[in-house]
């Protein structure tokens, strides 16, 4: 069975500097999808950057950035320029392409707490 | 707004009760996922449905059942509440197997006195 695992419960960053989120992950396929969900107080989950396991580039958004390391089974997350508003639980999770069973498996989450 | 709905916002009942949460997915998704979020904790899977079918399933509850119906909205069924099982219901909904991501709805809060 596919996991996926968070190892820093809580973080914090100044505002304006560059945080990495890590996650690593377990798994025997070999193709899937990774994702970075962010859930502010509001609650509601939010997708932050996605990558497919077959690209070989890191995907990017803006100001969000992962670093897809496939042979290691690592999936870190840097934010850039940290905002206020970045402030929140960030979930890594794990999807398969291809098995029939295909529901989102979610990491613990860590939560980012933004200094002014 | 992600397209999927659920219903309703928030939930309040007594221990031993029963309660129906709803999900209407986006147009058009034939797969509809629910994940129970207690306080401070991660999203844990509880099932799946496609086209009306169960796809897969997570450490649901006996006391919980769900089901898919022929325009693919989703209910999730609780009964014989207890305290623990306050918490943040999630439905999410998928187009199709093998589409990248799945878009989750608001949640229910549901909270059980």
């Known amino acids: 069975a596919q996991t996926v695992t968070q190892s820093q419960p809580e973080m914090s960053v100044q505002e304006a500097e560059t945080v990495t989120l890590s996650c690593t992950y377990d798994?025997?396929?070999?193709?899937?999808?990774l994702f970075w969900y962010k859930q502010p107080p509001s609650r509601q989950m939010i997708l932050v950057i996605r990558?497919?396991?077959?690209?070989?580039q890191n995907a990017t958004e803006n100001r969000f950035s992962v670093n897809f390391q496939k042979a290691a089974k690592s999936f870190s997350l840097k934010i850039s320029d940290s905002q206020l508003g970045d402030a929140a639980m960030y979930f890594c999770?794990?999807?398969?392409?291809?098995?029939?069973?295909?529901?989102?498996?979610f990491g613990k989450g860590t939560r980012l707490h933004i200094l002014p | 707004d992600s397209g999927v709905t659920q219903t309703p916002k928030h939930l309040i009942t007594a221990t031993g009760q029963r309660v129906t949460l709803r999900c209407s997915p986006r147009s058009g998704d034939l797969s509809v996922y629910w994940y129970q979020q207690s306080l401070d904790q991660g999203l844990q899977f509880l099932i799946q449905?496609?086209?009306?079918?169960?796809?897969a399933k997570g450490n649901i509850l006996e006391r919980f059942s769900a089901q898919q119906f022929p325009d693919l909205h989703s209910e999730l069924n609780l009964s014989s509440l207890e305290l623990g099982d306050s918490a943040l219901y999630f439905c999410?909904?998928?187009?199709?197997?093998?589409?990248?991501?799945?878009?989750f709805g608001q949640g229910t809060r549901l909270t059980v006195v």
């Open positions: 990558q497919e396991a077959y690209k070989q």
């Open positions: 999770a794990y999807r398969s392409a291809t098995n029939r069973d295909d529901k989102i498996i």
């Open positions: 449905y496609y086209n009306g079918e169960e796809r």
């Open positions: 798994t025997s396929e070999s193709d899937y999808y």
């Open positions: 999410a909904s998928s187009p199709h197997r093998g589409y990248t991501e799945a878009f």
